[in-house]
């Protein structure tokens, strides 16, 4: 059963996902459907675990995906960045620009998007 914040880590994921203009994007969001869980790997870092799916041919590098998020404090709070490593989806990261780290995850409903 799935945590509330892996929940919210697999919502981003998909949401990001689904403005991602490039023709590898159906491959990848199938692989954002096997994604079995996230671990944290530091403040704001996830590696994503995968059951098997197809790689798609994209260099090891975040995805070129222009997300923002915000907070109750801030309109812009950080950055959302989905890294690739060997044609899938590797890990989650969540920057921010705030002073102090945010507390939560962002849902869904806080990405902006520039496009």
Known sequence: MKTEDESRLHDLVRTCLDHLLLPES????????????FRATGPRIWQID???SPAVSLPDQPLPIEASYADESSEVAGEVLIWTKNGRIDSLELPWFTDLMPRNIPSAQQLLFDE
Request: proline share 7%; charged share 25%; no cysteine.
């Open 50 to 52: 995968l059951d098997d």
């Open 26 to 37: 159906g491959p990848l969001q199938d692989q954002a459907q096997a994604i079995r869980g």
